[in-house]
């Protein structure tokens, strides 16, 4: 994918995170501590895993905290949860 989030802290302002391909969460995955997008896009991600493994083609949380403010998902592809696939953890 574009982007793993396993622990610590991420802060994105204004970033394109686009065109990636992964078997889940394509474009950002997060699996553990903290993620924060403010403005910016996540777009144009494809995840190719089949069932419960390819949700979130544009953003999977497995766990962690998730703030969005003002980001837009748009145009990602997945069997499962094509923008936003969230198995556990926060997001707001």
Do not use: C, K, Y
């Amino acid at each position: 994918g574009g982007l793993g989030v396993g622990g610590g802290s991420v802060v994105l302002t204004d970033a394109a995170v686009a065109g990636n391909t992964a078997a889940s969460a394509a474009g950002v995955g997060v699996q553990g501590g903290s993620l924060t997008a403010a403005g910016g896009t996540i777009s144009d991600n494809t995840a190719t895993g089949t069932g419960a493994a390819g949700g979130g083609g544009g953003l999977g949380v497995g766990g962690g905290v998730v703030v969005l403010t003002g980001t837009t998902i748009a145009g990602n592809d997945a069997e499962t949860a094509a923008g936003v696939g969230v198995r556990d953890g926060d997001v707001t």
